[in-house]
């Protein structure tokens, strides 16, 4: 589901509710196909990663303010973000990111 729960309809308002979950660990993507966690520097491949849940933000005035956030969760139940425009306005050239979150499981859940 790409729904946002009340009073979560901008980007900044979710990352806000993250963080006082607790779940403010970003993640970067990195030009080998892994995921760095910021706050350490630990690289993550595909297995043991999986998208579980999808905030889709559109932008009102401009196009090049839609993104997704994907909230991330390893294998040892370290929950993080990471966040990329999409479209023609991609934060990743190439297919690189597209393939990765492609090939992520979901099992999606909802946050109270």
Same mark, same amino acid.
């Given at each position: 589901?790409?729904?946002?729960?009340?009073?979560?309809?901008?980007?900044?308002?979710?990352?806000?509710?993250?963080?006082?979950?607790?779940?403010?660990?970003?993640?970067?993507?990195?030009?080998?196909?892994?995921?760095?966690?910021? *706050?350490?520097?630990? +690289?993550?491949?595909?297995?043991?990663?999986?998208?579980?849940?999808?905030?889709? $933000? #559109? @932008? !009102?005035?401009?196009?090049?303010?839609?993104?997704?956030?994907?909230?991330?969760? *390893?294998?040892?139940? +370290?929950?993080?973000?990471?966040?990329?425009?999409?479209?023609?306005?991609?934060? $990743? #050239? @190439? !297919?690189?990111?597209?393939?990765?979150?492609?090939?992520?499981?979901?099992?999606?859940?909802?946050?109270?």
């Amino acid at each position: 589901m790409e729904t946002k729960p009340e009073g979560m309809t901008t980007l900044s308002r979710v990352l806000e509710v993250l963080a006082e979950r607790g779940y403010d660990n970003e993640f970067r993507f990195m030009e080998d196909g892994r995921l760095e966690y910021v *706050n350490n520097g630990q +690289l993550y491949d595909q297995e043991g990663l999986k998208i579980i849940r999808t905030y889709r $933000f #559109e @932008g !009102d005035s401009n196009p090049s303010d839609s993104a997704v956030l994907y909230l991330l969760e *390893n294998q040892y139940g +370290l929950i993080g973000y990471i966040i990329n425009a999409y479209g023609m306005y991609s934060d $990743f #050239e @190439g !297919d690189g990111f597209d393939n990765f979150i492609r090939k992520l499981p979901v099992e999606e859940r909802e946050f109270e």
